[in-house]
C-alpha cells in the first residue's frame, strides 16, 4: 500500500480528458488500493485517478466517512446508464481544491455500470449522498470540477485563492530552515 500525492488545483493535469481502462489487472487493483488509501487519510470520501496524475477512468469512493463501518467502490470505466429528471442540490468539496465548497445541482438518482477491481462488469443505483460522489469523480475523468459548475464569478474567485494559497506554500518551502 501507498499513499499518493494529491494535486491541488488549477493544475493543467486535472483538466485532462482520461482514457478507458483496458482490463483491470493486478496493477489497476493496485492503483484502486492505493488511492482509497490516500482518500482515507486525506480524508476524503472519493477520489478520481486524474487527481494523483493517472489519466485512467477510475474512481474510489466511500460514502459512509468516518460515521459508519467502511463501504469502499472502485471502479474502472464508470458510465451513468440512467439518471433521474429529478434534481437536487448538495454542498460539495474536492480534495483538489481544498477548504472550498460550493452548492452543486445533480441528476438525484442514477444507475451506473463499471468494471470492478476483479475485471468483472457491475451495476448499482444510487441516490443521495453516493450519487453526488459518483457524479463528482465521475466529472473528474472529464477534466471538469465542481468549480465548473457554478458560476464563473465564484469559479475565478476559488481558484484565484487557491493559486496564492500556492505561490505562497512554495515560497514558504524555500525558504531557509
Ligand atoms: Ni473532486
Request: net charge negative.
Amino acid at each position: 500500500m501507498a499513499k499518493l500525492d494529491i494535486i491541488i488545483a488549477p493544475d493543467p493535469r486535472l483538466k485532462r480528458k482520461c482514457g478507458a481502462v483496458e482490463r483491470v489487472d493486478a496493477g489497476t487493483a493496485q492503483l484502486m488500493t492505493d488511492m482509497l488509501e490516500t482518500m482515507y487519510a486525506a480524508p476524503g470520501i472519493g477520489l478520481a485517478a486524474p487527481q494523483v496524475g493517472v489519466t485512467k477512468r477510475i474512481i474510489v469512493a466511500d460514502p459512509a466517512g468516518e460515521n459508519g463501518p467502511p463501504a469502499p467502490l472502485k471502479m474502472a470505466n464508470p458510465e451513468i446508464i440512467w439518471s433521474s429528471d429529478e434534481k437536487k442540490r448538495h454542498e460539495e468539496g474536492c480534495l483538489s481544491l481544498p477548504q472550498e465548497y460550493d452548492m452543486v445541482e445533480r441528476p438525484d438518482k442514477i444507475r451506473v455500470r463499471y468494471v470492478d477491481e476483479n475485471n468483472a462488469t457491475q451495476e448499482i443505483e444510487a441516490d443521495g449522498l453516493l450519487s453526488v460522489v459518483i457524479q463528482h469523480e465521475m466529472d473528474h475523468l472529464e477534466g471538469v470540477l465542481f468549480v465548473d459548475h457554478i458560476s464563473s464569478l465564484k469559479r475565478g474567485i476559488i481558484l484565484r485563492r487557491l493559486s496564492k494559497q500556492k505561490k505562497h506554500g512554495k515560497r514558504h518551502a524555500m525558504e531557509p530552515a
